[in-house]
Protein backbone atom coordinates (compact mmCIF):
# COMPACT_ATOMS: atom_id res chain seq x y z
CA UNK A 1 0.00 0.00 0.00
CA UNK A 2 1.07 3.15 -1.05
CA UNK A 3 0.71 5.95 1.61
CA UNK A 4 0.37 9.15 -0.98
CA UNK A 5 -0.85 9.48 -4.25
CA UNK A 6 0.67 11.80 -7.20
CA UNK A 7 -2.52 14.39 -8.17
CA UNK A 8 -2.88 17.42 -10.30
CA UNK A 9 -4.01 20.54 -8.22
CA UNK A 10 -4.52 24.29 -8.87
CA UNK A 11 -4.01 26.66 -6.50
CA UNK A 12 -4.79 29.70 -8.62
CA UNK A 13 -7.29 29.75 -11.56
CA UNK A 14 -5.45 30.59 -14.82
CA UNK A 15 -3.51 28.60 -18.50
CA UNK A 16 -2.95 25.04 -18.22
CA UNK A 17 -0.04 26.31 -16.69
CA UNK A 18 -1.35 26.44 -13.10
CA UNK A 19 -1.91 22.38 -13.13
CA UNK A 20 0.78 21.18 -10.63
CA UNK A 21 1.35 17.93 -8.84
CA UNK A 22 1.84 17.01 -5.22
CA UNK A 23 1.95 14.06 -3.12
CA UNK A 24 -1.46 13.55 -1.59
CA UNK A 25 -1.62 11.97 1.93
CA UNK A 26 -4.47 8.38 1.45
CA UNK A 27 -6.44 7.57 4.28
CA UNK A 28 -8.51 5.09 4.95
CA UNK A 29 -12.22 5.10 3.38
CA UNK A 30 -14.87 6.73 5.62
CA UNK A 31 -18.26 5.64 6.29
CA UNK A 32 -20.26 5.54 2.77
CA UNK A 33 -16.49 6.21 0.98
CA UNK A 34 -13.93 3.84 -1.13
CA UNK A 35 -10.60 4.32 -2.01
CA UNK A 36 -9.52 3.72 -5.39
CA UNK A 37 -6.66 2.88 -7.10
CA UNK A 38 -6.73 4.54 -10.93
CA UNK A 39 -5.47 2.70 -14.10
CA UNK A 40 -6.91 5.74 -16.61
CA UNK A 41 -8.69 9.29 -16.25
CA UNK A 42 -10.72 11.00 -18.35
CA UNK A 43 -10.37 14.71 -19.71
CA UNK A 44 -13.45 16.53 -20.30
CA UNK A 45 -13.89 20.15 -20.99
CA UNK A 46 -15.46 20.47 -17.37
CA UNK A 47 -12.04 20.45 -16.31
CA UNK A 48 -10.95 23.73 -18.17
CA UNK A 49 -13.91 25.36 -16.61
CA UNK A 50 -12.31 24.12 -13.38
CA UNK A 51 -9.02 25.51 -14.19
CA UNK A 52 -9.81 29.11 -15.41
CA UNK A 53 -12.31 29.51 -12.96
CA UNK A 54 -15.41 30.18 -14.94
CA UNK A 55 -16.59 27.39 -12.53
CA UNK A 56 -15.35 28.05 -9.12
CA UNK A 57 -13.61 25.96 -6.92
CA UNK A 58 -12.40 26.36 -3.01
CA UNK A 59 -8.60 26.78 -3.62
CA UNK A 60 -6.47 24.77 -3.48
CA UNK A 61 -8.20 22.13 -5.23
CA UNK A 62 -7.73 19.07 -6.83
CA UNK A 63 -8.99 18.80 -10.90
CA UNK A 64 -10.24 16.16 -12.40
CA UNK A 65 -13.86 14.06 -13.08
CA UNK A 66 -13.69 10.61 -14.73
CA UNK A 67 -11.10 7.68 -13.67
CA UNK A 68 -11.49 4.29 -13.67
CA UNK A 69 -9.30 1.83 -11.40
CA UNK A 70 -9.46 -0.94 -8.86
CA UNK A 71 -11.35 -0.53 -5.68
CA UNK A 72 -8.56 -1.06 -2.41
CA UNK A 73 -10.63 -0.78 0.46
CA UNK A 74 -14.37 0.37 0.99
CA UNK A 75 -15.98 2.45 4.17
CA UNK A 76 -19.13 1.29 6.52
CA UNK A 77 -22.21 1.18 4.50
CA UNK A 78 -20.85 0.56 1.01
CA UNK A 79 -22.72 -2.62 -0.09
CA UNK A 80 -22.27 -2.38 -4.20
CA UNK A 81 -18.94 -2.78 -4.42
CA UNK A 82 -15.86 -4.88 -3.08
CA UNK A 83 -11.99 -4.69 -2.64
CA UNK A 84 -10.71 -5.72 -5.77
CA UNK A 85 -13.51 -4.98 -7.94
CA UNK A 86 -12.93 -3.21 -10.88
CA UNK A 87 -14.98 0.15 -11.03
CA UNK A 88 -15.60 3.22 -12.64
CA UNK A 89 -16.82 6.78 -12.17
CA UNK A 90 -17.52 10.31 -12.99
CA UNK A 91 -18.14 12.41 -9.85
CA UNK A 92 -17.89 15.75 -8.17
CA UNK A 93 -15.99 17.18 -6.15
CA UNK A 94 -12.99 17.59 -8.78
CA UNK A 95 -9.96 14.85 -8.01
CA UNK A 96 -10.29 12.43 -10.27
CA UNK A 97 -6.30 13.00 -12.30
CA UNK A 98 -4.37 11.46 -9.49
CA UNK A 99 -3.44 7.56 -8.80
CA UNK A 100 -5.56 6.64 -6.34
CA UNK A 101 -8.29 9.06 -4.00
CA UNK A 102 -10.35 8.31 -1.29
CA UNK A 103 -14.07 9.47 -2.45
CA UNK A 104 -17.61 9.16 -1.74
CA UNK A 105 -18.81 5.57 -2.93
CA UNK A 106 -22.49 6.87 -4.23
CA UNK A 107 -21.16 7.86 -7.92
CA UNK A 108 -18.90 4.74 -8.32
CA UNK A 109 -19.81 2.23 -10.79
CA UNK A 110 -19.09 -1.77 -10.78
CA UNK A 111 -17.72 -1.96 -14.20
CA UNK A 112 -18.40 -4.97 -16.58
CA UNK A 113 -15.53 -7.01 -17.16
CA UNK A 114 -16.24 -6.76 -21.13
CA UNK A 115 -15.02 -2.63 -20.71
CA UNK A 116 -11.72 -1.85 -20.18
CA UNK A 117 -10.10 0.80 -17.86
CA UNK A 118 -8.95 2.79 -20.64
CA UNK A 119 -12.49 2.58 -22.33
CA UNK A 120 -14.26 3.34 -18.80
CA UNK A 121 -12.27 6.72 -18.77
CA UNK A 122 -12.82 7.62 -21.99
CA UNK A 123 -16.52 7.08 -21.78
CA UNK A 124 -18.22 7.89 -18.02
CA UNK A 125 -18.66 11.25 -17.73
CA UNK A 126 -19.16 12.17 -21.56
CA UNK A 127 -22.10 8.99 -22.18
CA UNK A 128 -23.99 9.64 -18.97
CA UNK A 129 -24.34 12.83 -20.17
CA UNK A 130 -25.55 11.75 -23.59
CA UNK A 131 -27.53 8.90 -21.26
CA UNK A 132 -29.56 11.89 -19.55
CA UNK A 133 -29.74 14.46 -22.92
CA UNK A 134 -31.18 11.68 -24.50
CA UNK A 135 -33.63 10.11 -22.15
CA UNK A 136 -34.21 12.35 -18.94
CA UNK A 137 -34.15 15.82 -20.56
CA UNK A 138 -36.95 15.80 -23.29
CA UNK A 139 -39.31 13.62 -24.45
CA UNK A 140 -37.48 11.99 -28.25
CA UNK A 141 -38.85 9.68 -30.19
CA UNK A 142 -37.73 7.57 -33.32
CA UNK A 143 -37.80 9.78 -36.38
CA UNK A 144 -37.33 13.11 -33.87
CA UNK A 145 -34.37 15.11 -35.44
CA UNK A 146 -31.76 16.71 -33.12
CA UNK A 147 -29.17 19.43 -33.85
CA UNK A 148 -25.93 18.52 -31.88
CA UNK A 149 -23.32 20.95 -31.63
CA UNK A 150 -19.26 19.70 -31.75
CA UNK A 151 -20.40 16.56 -33.18
CA UNK A 152 -17.09 15.02 -33.24
CA UNK A 153 -15.98 15.42 -29.68
CA UNK A 154 -15.85 13.54 -26.81
CA UNK A 155 -19.72 13.61 -26.05
CA UNK A 156 -20.17 14.43 -29.58
CA UNK A 157 -19.58 10.68 -31.02
CA UNK A 158 -21.09 8.81 -28.67
CA UNK A 159 -23.77 10.92 -29.24
CA UNK A 160 -24.21 10.75 -32.85
CA UNK A 161 -23.87 6.57 -32.36
CA UNK A 162 -26.60 7.07 -29.48
CA UNK A 163 -28.74 8.81 -31.75
CA UNK A 164 -28.93 6.33 -34.19
CA UNK A 165 -29.09 2.99 -32.06
CA UNK A 166 -32.39 5.07 -30.58
CA UNK A 167 -33.80 6.60 -34.28
CA UNK A 168 -33.06 9.39 -33.58
CA UNK A 169 -31.69 11.74 -36.51
CA UNK A 170 -28.67 13.46 -35.73
CA UNK A 171 -27.75 16.87 -37.23
CA UNK A 172 -24.17 17.87 -36.47
CA UNK A 173 -21.66 20.58 -36.72
CA UNK A 174 -18.04 20.37 -36.44
CA UNK A 175 -15.30 23.38 -36.85
CA UNK A 176 -13.62 21.41 -39.88
CA UNK A 177 -14.76 18.98 -42.88
CA UNK A 178 -12.94 16.17 -41.46
CA UNK A 179 -14.39 16.03 -38.05
CA UNK A 180 -17.71 16.72 -39.91
CA UNK A 181 -17.07 13.04 -41.74
CA UNK A 182 -16.17 11.56 -38.20
CA UNK A 183 -19.59 12.23 -37.14
CA UNK A 184 -21.33 11.54 -40.67
CA UNK A 185 -19.81 8.21 -40.06
CA UNK A 186 -20.61 7.87 -36.53
CA UNK A 187 -24.01 7.90 -37.63
CA UNK A 188 -25.15 11.80 -37.92
CA UNK A 189 -27.26 12.40 -40.73
CA UNK A 190 -25.84 14.99 -41.69
CA UNK A 191 -22.88 17.30 -40.16
CA UNK A 192 -22.51 20.80 -41.02
CA UNK A 193 -19.02 22.62 -41.00
CA UNK A 194 -20.31 25.75 -38.65
CA UNK A 195 -17.23 27.70 -39.78
CA UNK A 196 -17.47 27.56 -43.37
CA UNK A 197 -21.00 27.07 -43.39
CA UNK A 198 -24.50 29.25 -41.97
CA UNK A 199 -25.55 26.34 -39.76
CA UNK A 200 -29.46 27.95 -39.33
CA UNK A 201 -29.64 27.86 -43.18
CA UNK A 202 -28.23 24.72 -43.50
CA UNK A 203 -30.60 23.15 -40.77
CA UNK A 204 -34.05 25.09 -42.01
CA UNK A 205 -32.84 23.37 -45.77
CA UNK A 206 -32.37 20.25 -44.26
CA UNK A 207 -35.72 19.81 -42.32
CA UNK A 208 -38.02 21.28 -45.11
CA UNK A 209 -38.00 24.54 -43.55
CA UNK A 210 -39.62 23.12 -40.31
CA UNK A 211 -36.54 23.25 -37.98
CA UNK A 212 -35.69 20.42 -35.14
CA UNK A 213 -37.48 19.47 -32.04
CA UNK A 214 -34.24 19.98 -29.76
CA UNK A 215 -31.02 21.58 -30.02
CA UNK A 216 -28.06 19.92 -27.96
CA UNK A 217 -25.61 22.94 -27.64
CA UNK A 218 -22.59 22.84 -25.43
CA UNK A 219 -20.73 25.28 -26.89
CA UNK A 220 -22.65 28.63 -25.50
CA UNK A 221 -22.13 32.05 -26.55
CA UNK A 222 -21.11 31.88 -29.94
CA UNK A 223 -24.38 29.16 -30.90
CA UNK A 224 -26.69 30.15 -28.82
CA UNK A 225 -28.81 32.62 -30.66
CA UNK A 226 -28.68 30.30 -33.90
CA UNK A 227 -29.92 27.68 -32.02
CA UNK A 228 -32.77 29.02 -30.75
CA UNK A 229 -33.41 30.01 -34.80
CA UNK A 230 -33.35 26.03 -35.83
CA UNK A 231 -36.27 24.84 -33.43
CA UNK A 232 -39.92 23.65 -34.44
CA UNK A 233 -42.40 25.79 -32.58
CA UNK A 234 -42.62 24.35 -29.11
CA UNK A 235 -38.57 23.00 -29.79
CA UNK A 236 -36.66 22.60 -26.47
CA UNK A 237 -33.52 24.35 -26.46
CA UNK A 238 -30.83 22.11 -24.32
CA UNK A 239 -28.01 24.49 -23.33
CA UNK A 240 -25.40 21.88 -21.78
CA UNK A 241 -21.91 24.03 -21.95
CA UNK A 242 -20.05 26.77 -22.72
CA UNK A 243 -16.72 25.66 -24.60
CA UNK A 244 -16.79 29.45 -26.09
CA UNK A 245 -17.70 30.96 -23.39
CA UNK A 246 -20.98 31.50 -21.04
CA UNK A 247 -24.22 32.34 -22.94
CA UNK A 248 -24.98 36.21 -21.96
CA UNK A 249 -28.31 37.43 -20.44
CA UNK A 250 -30.88 37.76 -23.03
CA UNK A 251 -34.69 38.26 -22.54
CA UNK A 252 -36.91 35.71 -22.36
CA UNK A 253 -39.31 36.91 -24.65
CA UNK A 254 -37.07 35.97 -27.34
CA UNK A 255 -38.61 32.34 -26.57
CA UNK A 256 -42.17 33.11 -27.31
CA UNK A 257 -41.30 35.33 -30.47
CA UNK A 258 -39.14 32.02 -32.14
CA UNK A 259 -42.44 30.01 -31.28
CA UNK A 260 -43.43 29.87 -27.79
CA UNK A 261 -39.33 27.72 -27.03
CA UNK A 262 -38.54 25.51 -24.23
CA UNK A 263 -35.29 25.94 -22.66
CA UNK A 264 -33.54 24.35 -20.14
CA UNK A 265 -29.73 24.53 -18.90
CA UNK A 266 -28.85 21.15 -17.27
CA UNK A 267 -25.69 19.34 -15.91
CA UNK A 268 -24.53 15.45 -15.24
CA UNK A 269 -23.79 16.19 -11.56
CA UNK A 270 -27.89 16.58 -10.96
CA UNK A 271 -28.48 14.00 -12.56
CA UNK A 272 -26.17 11.30 -10.79
CA UNK A 273 -26.39 13.08 -7.33
CA UNK A 274 -28.75 9.80 -6.54
CA UNK A 275 -27.03 6.71 -6.25
CA UNK A 276 -29.95 4.79 -7.26
CA UNK A 277 -30.40 6.75 -10.89
CA UNK A 278 -26.62 6.95 -11.45
CA UNK A 279 -26.17 3.37 -11.47
CA UNK A 280 -29.05 3.24 -13.97
CA UNK A 281 -27.59 5.20 -16.05
CA UNK A 282 -24.17 4.04 -16.01
CA UNK A 283 -25.72 0.11 -16.38
CA UNK A 284 -27.71 1.38 -19.83
CA UNK A 285 -24.16 3.38 -20.89
CA UNK A 286 -22.62 -0.02 -20.23
CA UNK A 287 -25.33 -1.84 -21.98
CA UNK A 288 -24.59 0.43 -25.35
CA UNK A 289 -21.29 -0.12 -25.39
CA UNK A 290 -21.23 -3.96 -24.70
CA UNK A 291 -24.02 -4.45 -27.33
CA UNK A 292 -21.96 -2.33 -29.98
CA UNK A 293 -24.43 0.28 -30.31
CA UNK A 294 -21.64 2.79 -29.09
CA UNK A 295 -18.44 2.70 -29.80
CA UNK A 296 -15.87 4.94 -27.85
CA UNK A 297 -12.81 6.52 -29.43
CA UNK A 298 -9.71 6.92 -27.57
CA UNK A 299 -8.56 9.15 -29.90
CA UNK A 300 -5.92 11.25 -28.23
CA UNK A 301 -3.51 9.64 -24.72
CA UNK A 302 -1.18 11.62 -22.44
CA UNK A 303 0.38 10.71 -19.71
CA UNK A 304 -0.92 12.04 -16.31
CA UNK A 305 2.85 13.53 -15.95
CA UNK A 306 1.49 15.73 -19.30
CA UNK A 307 -1.92 16.72 -18.13
CA UNK A 308 -1.18 20.38 -19.29
CA UNK A 309 -0.74 19.34 -22.76
CA UNK A 310 -3.95 17.86 -23.17
CA UNK A 311 -5.63 20.74 -21.64
CA UNK A 312 -3.93 22.97 -24.78
CA UNK A 313 -4.80 20.39 -27.34
CA UNK A 314 -8.61 20.60 -25.99
CA UNK A 315 -9.17 24.22 -26.07
CA UNK A 316 -7.20 24.55 -28.91
CA UNK A 317 -10.16 22.33 -30.57
CA UNK A 318 -7.27 19.69 -31.86
CA UNK A 319 -9.50 16.63 -30.36
CA UNK A 320 -11.63 14.37 -31.81
CA UNK A 321 -13.74 11.91 -29.69
CA UNK A 322 -12.56 11.25 -26.15
CA UNK A 323 -9.26 11.72 -24.48
CA UNK A 324 -7.65 9.56 -21.72
CA UNK A 325 -4.57 10.43 -19.36
CA UNK A 326 -2.14 7.52 -18.46
CA UNK A 327 -0.82 6.37 -15.54
P1 LIG B 1 -15.20 18.22 -26.79
O1 LIG B 1 -14.36 17.04 -27.08
O2 LIG B 1 -16.54 18.29 -27.43
O3 LIG B 1 -14.37 19.52 -27.07
C1 LIG B 1 -15.01 20.75 -27.20
C2 LIG B 1 -15.32 21.06 -28.66
O4 LIG B 1 -16.10 22.24 -28.71
C3 LIG B 1 -14.09 21.38 -29.50
O5 LIG B 1 -13.43 20.24 -30.00
C4 LIG B 1 -14.69 22.21 -30.60
O6 LIG B 1 -15.19 21.37 -31.65
C5 LIG B 1 -15.90 22.88 -29.94
N1 LIG B 1 -15.70 24.33 -29.76
C6 LIG B 1 -16.43 25.28 -30.34
N2 LIG B 1 -16.01 26.49 -29.98
C7 LIG B 1 -14.95 26.29 -29.18
C8 LIG B 1 -14.06 27.18 -28.52
N3 LIG B 1 -14.18 28.53 -28.60
N4 LIG B 1 -13.06 26.65 -27.79
C9 LIG B 1 -12.92 25.32 -27.68
N5 LIG B 1 -13.76 24.43 -28.27
C10 LIG B 1 -14.76 24.92 -29.03
O7 LIG B 1 -15.38 18.31 -25.19
P2 LIG B 1 -16.23 17.37 -24.22
O8 LIG B 1 -16.74 16.20 -24.97
O9 LIG B 1 -15.45 17.16 -22.98
O10 LIG B 1 -17.46 18.30 -23.81
C11 LIG B 1 -18.32 18.82 -24.81
C12 LIG B 1 -19.15 19.92 -24.22
O11 LIG B 1 -20.18 19.36 -23.41
C13 LIG B 1 -18.40 20.93 -23.34
O12 LIG B 1 -18.89 22.22 -23.57
C14 LIG B 1 -18.76 20.46 -21.96
O13 LIG B 1 -18.65 21.45 -21.01
C15 LIG B 1 -20.18 20.01 -22.16
N6 LIG B 1 -20.61 19.04 -21.15
C16 LIG B 1 -21.67 19.37 -20.34
C17 LIG B 1 -22.15 18.48 -19.42
C18 LIG B 1 -23.36 18.79 -18.65
O14 LIG B 1 -23.92 17.92 -17.99
N7 LIG B 1 -23.86 20.03 -18.68
C19 LIG B 1 -21.49 17.20 -19.19
C20 LIG B 1 -20.43 16.90 -20.15
C21 LIG B 1 -20.00 17.82 -21.06
P3 LIG B 1 -15.30 21.97 -33.16
O15 LIG B 1 -13.89 22.34 -33.58
O16 LIG B 1 -15.86 20.86 -33.95
O17 LIG B 1 -16.18 23.16 -33.06
Redesign the pocket.
Given at each position: MHDTARTVVIHEFGGPEVLRFEDRPLGEPGPGEVRIRHHACG???????HRTGLYPLQLPHALGMEAAGVIEAVGEGVTHLEPGQRAAYAADPPGAYCEARVMPAAQVCPLPDGISFETAAAMM??GM?VE??FHRTTPLKRGDTVLF????????LIACQWAKSEGIKLIG????DE?CRLAHFNGATHCIN??TENFVERVRELTDGKGVDAVMD??????FEGSLDCLKPLGMMIS??????PVPPFNLGILAQKGSLKIT???????IANHTVCQAMARRLFGKVEGGEVKIHIDQRFHLENVADAHRA??????????ILEL
Amino acid sequence: MHDTARTVVIHEFGGPEVLRFEDRPLGEPGPGEVRIRHHACGLNFIDVYHRTGLYPLQLPHALGMEAAGVIEAVGEGVTHLEPGQRAAYAADPPGAYCEARVMPAAQVCPLPDGISFETAAAMMLKGMTVEYLFHRTTPLKRGDTVLFHAAAGGVGLIACQWAKSEGIKLIGTAGTDEKCRLAHFNGATHCINYRTENFVERVRELTDGKGVDAVMDSIGADTFEGSLDCLKPLGMMISFGNASGPVPPFNLGILAQKGSLKITRPTLFTHIANHTVCQAMARRLFGKVEGGEVKIHIDQRFHLENVADAHRALEARQTTGSTILEL
